[in-house]
């Protein structure tokens, strides 16, 4: 169960897209269709933006996208705001009722 | 949906607490549910699920035989039994319901976490 591994920050200027990449192995990104994205800011609980991979839950802007492509997931941030400032998590089914996290990436808005 | 996590204290390694889950605002019986936890500071750790009917579990490795997920759907509440605490399980531990219900894929709301902290 190791953790997934995110780049530790990416940043972007207002109105700029950026590309957050999740890369896990065959055991789980790879095989199962269940990667999730969290937005967390600072002293508030995580808040779902994908789901199943590329699904936004109503009420999240359609800015934000998700794909995948091997043992890697990538959520991406089109117009960047300056309250897309935060940090994200993915998150992977890894079989057996089991998931685990990212590392989480702190996203900056220049 | 809400979600409200209580129980979290201060206790010595080696100790025991239980957390607590309120649910309300959805049909928690249909739903599986999670624990994640986040150190001081650090990202998040994915720790148990339960199964709807809580005839199933799960855990994390590094929990595997000290931890304990349970759920009375009667009471719609979700419960950790945490024993032989260490140092290093302090963190801030959220309840999180799963996005569908019966079948896994995942949390979506969670609650705001309630604060376990080992320390002698």
């Known amino acids: 169960q190791s953790a997934l591994t995110q780049p530790a920050s990416v940043s972007g200027s207002p109105g700029q897209s950026i590309t957050l990449s999740c890369t896990g192995t065959?055991?789980?990104?790879?095989?199962?269709?269940?990667v999730s994205w969290f937005q967390q800011h600072p002293g508030k609980a995580p808040k779902l933006m994908i789901y199943?991979?590329?699904k936004r839950p109503s009420g999240v802007s359609n800015r934000i996208s998700g794909s995948k492509s091997g043992n890697t997931a990538s959520l991406t941030i089109s117009g960047l705001h300056a309250d897309d400032e935060a940090d994200y998590y993915c998150c992977s089914y890894t079989g057996g009722n089991t998931y685990v996290f990212g590392t989480g990436t702190r996203v900056t808005v220049l | 949906v809400q979600l409200v996590e209580s129980g979290g204290v201060v206790v010595q390694p080696g100790g025991s607490l239980r957390l607590s889950c309120a649910a309300s605002?959805?049909?928690?019986?249909?739903?599986?549910m999670h624990w994640v936890r986040q150190p001081p500071g650090k990202g998040l750790e994915w720790v148990s699920l339960?199964?709807?009917?809580?005839?199933?579990?799960s855990y994390a490795d590094s929990v595997k035989g000290r931890f304990t997920i349970s759920r009375d759907n009667r009471k719609n509440s979700l419960y950790l039994q945490m024993n032989s605490l260490r140092t290093d399980d302090t963190a801030l531990y959220y309840c999180?319901?799963?996005?569908?219900?019966?079948?896994?894929?995942?949390?979506?709301?969670w609650g705001q976490g309630t604060l376990v902290t080992v320390s002698s």
């Open positions: 605002g959805f049909i928690f019986a249909d739903h599986p």
């Open positions: 999180a319901k799963d996005i569908y219900g019966y079948d896994t894929s995942g949390p979506d709301y």
């Open positions: 065959s055991s789980d990104v790879g095989t199962y269709n269940l």
């Open positions: 199943e991979g590329n």
């Open positions: 339960i199964t709807w009917d809580g005839t199933s579990t």
